[in-house]
């Protein structure tokens, strides 16, 4: 980009992130920062970036008022909003190493990670985080200081290291500006790890500026954008991606109250960007589909030719289709349909930005024809975390997208998608065994993903090491079938299984709602104990399963189901903070069910 936008700063213009941090103030001081909703007075506020920096001063000073060394790790347990961003640059300014956890991860988890990183100082939101470290707290002996935002009741667990934020900081201080080297140690990141203990990423300054830079250059950002924030802080897509590259484009954060509260404030905010896991967008497709169901057929062909249109539109202006006269009732069908679905994103969404998890093509389509532009992004903890993204103007939702600037890619002999480049993190914390497994001797990363590259698109075909191989040989990869299952509204989750065995089964949480649908039209009552596991519902399942992979080869049919209504949480383990699920914990779970769809074979 040769004549970038003035209100661009680049990563030599920041050094740092609380670099970033400074020049932003510094250039656009009055400019909208960040907008969050104030519980106190029932309103959104606005918050300036000059406001920013009157604030992260305060909370400079009060961290220099521990006894904290450049390089000591302090630890952030909270939703996102701006007191997030404000101990994030303070500490970074100060020269330590921040450690963001997931505000709804287990108790066990965050003692480890704590205890891994040697965090000195954490940081809570209030009562909820406070509570949700009593199991552990015994543990925590190491932490020098418990800082809380809100106010928290401590009658029945007092702490001589728990202070709030009211009494913690000083009135007013100056924001001091610092001069570390880029390269230095920014951020430790746990993955969430479907296996195993988390392992802790090292990220750099320079690792995740360059990170945000090379996106910007894929994918443009203008100064009045303003991103709805609710993917957590402490994921690494969200950070870079929704924080630090908002900050260098000049552009504005707001903070969603809560994913219950998300389809409120996409209203209330109307953001023109956003941030999502492929679960959301799943979770309106599916709203949407089961909303067809009871509409008029008038209103459901309407739909359907809508999409239809709206699908050859944007391959058209992709340049993978010819024009159609069709197009011509573009106008007239946008306004009928599409509008109304957007309408409930904002009205004025510019870019959807999904990564983190394989996004559907059915999904992907669907928003794509109604209008919304749509955009998969791929990456990892480790690479800080952006290796691709699909332009607007070369968009392929098969795909996930080119590499960015800088970044190197191959495909080794087993098919895994290898690469290079200044994202690349510095290595696993304490850990030179995992780094050496990760990263080669030639700097070469093992994403551990499947891939090819055509035509300069990436295209992730499967993970090497979430194979199933039934008894006869046969290998299926069963992320893109479990995907596919889940694109019928009646799965909440499923899982597949049969490694070793002789056919493929499956575990599937089912939405209660249709279940009693489903119920209904099988002449059963619902309320009976285990329904869902009745030998009629358990053929009408695998029937909906039977249709939805029915373009899967012969041998990956699924031959029989378990079923449940109690979705597979974070808090019982059976999913990590990212959502993903943990295979190996899910089958111990429900190993007696799984024997028992074997039993006979």
């Known amino acids: 980009m040769t004549d970038r936008p003035r209100h661009l700063i680049t990563p030599d213009d920041a050094k740092t992130l609380d670099g970033l941090f400074y020049a932003r103030v510094q250039r656009t001081p009055d400019q909208l920062a960040y907008r969050h909703y104030d519980e106190s007075c029932d309103m959104w506020r606005d918050l300036s970036w000059a406001d920013m920096s009157r604030q992260v001063a305060r909370w400079q000073a009060a961290l220099a008022g521990e006894e904290l060394q450049r390089g000591d790790r302090v630890a952030v347990i909270m939703q996102n909003c701006p007191e997030w961003a404000m101990f994030d640059q303070a500490a970074l300014a100060n020269g330590l190493v921040v450690v963001p956890l997931y505000a709804q991860d287990r108790a066990e988890n965050i ?3 704590l205890q891994d990183a040697g965090v000195k100082l954490l940081l809570l939101g209030g009562q909820e985080h406070w509570d949700s470290i009593q199991p552990v707290v015994d543990q925590l002996g190491f932490l020098t200081s418990i800082i809380t935002v809100w106010h928290i009741d401590t009658a029945t667990h007092r702490d001589v290291r728990l202070k709030t934020v009211g009494e913690w900081l000083p009135d007013r201080a100056e924001l001091m500006p610092s001069s570390w080297d880029k390269n230095s140690l920014a951020s430790i990141v746990y993955t969430s790890g479907t296996t195993g203990r988390p392992k802790g990423v090292m990220l750099s300054h320079d690792n995740i500026l360059s990170n945000a830079y090379a996106s910007l250059q894929l994918v443009s950002c203008a ?3 303003i ?12 950070r870079t991606a929704g924080y630090y590259l908002p900050m260098m484009a000049g552009a504005a954060v707001a903070y969603n109250r809560s994913i219950p509260q998300l389809a409120d404030d996409l209203i209330a905010v109307r953001p023109t960007i956003m941030i999502a896991v492929p679960r959301i967008f799943e979770r309106i497709y599916n709203k949407i589909q089961s909303g067809l169901t009871e509409k008029s057929s008038l209103a459901r062909a309407l739909f359907n030719i809508s999409v239809d249109i709206g699908w050859h539109r944007f391959e058209h202006q992709q340049k993978r289709a010819s024009w159609h006269p069709k197009l011509l009732f573009w106008p007239l069908f946008n306004l009928l349909v599409a509008q109304k679905v957007l309408k409930k994103l904002g009205g004025r969404m510019n870019l959807a930005v999904v990564g983190g998890a394989p996004l559907p093509f059915d999904v992907a389509r669907l928003f794509l024809a109604l209008g919304l532009p749509m955009i998969q992004g791929y990456g990892l903890t480790e690479t800080s975390p952006v290796i691709s993204v699909n332009p607007i103007k070369n968009n392929d939702p098969k795909g996930v997208g080119v590499m960015l600037n800088g970044i190197e890619a191959q495909i080794s002999e087993r098919g895994e998608l290898l690469v290079r480049g200044p994202g690349v993190m510095l290595g696993y914390w304490a850990n030179e065994t995992a780094t050496g497994d990760m990263i080669d001797a030639d700097g070469w990363l093992h994403t551990g993903d499947k891939a090819r590259i055509d035509g300069g698109q990436l295209y992730i075909t499967g993970r090497l090491k979430e194979i199933i191989v039934l008894s006869n040989g046969e290998k299926i990869p069963p992320a893109d079938m479990e995907t596919t299952i889940a694109g019928d ?20 949480v089912l939405n209660p709602e249709l279940l009693l649908t489903l119920a209904e039209q099988a002449g059963l009552d619902p309320d009976t104990e285990n329904a869902c596991n009745s030998a009629r519902i358990k053929e009408m399942v695998l029937e909906k399963i039977a249709t939805q992979i029915s373009s899967f080869p012969g041998y990956a049919r699924i031959h029989a189901v378990h079923c449940t209504i109690d979705p597979w949480t974070i808090e019982d383990g059976l999913v990590t903070p990212t959502l993903k699920l943990k295979r190996e914990t ?6 007696a069910a799984i024997t028992e769809m074997y039993r006979n074979h």
Not at 228 to 236: A, E, N, V
Not at 489 to 508: I, K, N, T
Not at 586 to 591: D, G, L, S, T, W
């Open 223 to 225: 100064s009045d954008e």
């Open 227 to 238: 991103f709805l924030s609710f993917l957590p802080l402490s994921h690494t897509l969200e």
């Open 586 to 591: 899910i089958v111990h779970r429900f190993e």
């Open 489 to 508: 509204p009646l799965f909440e989750q499923v899982l597949l299984v049969g490694d070793g065995r002789p056919f493929l089964s499956a575990l599937a």
């Open 111 to 113: 003692a480890y990670i």
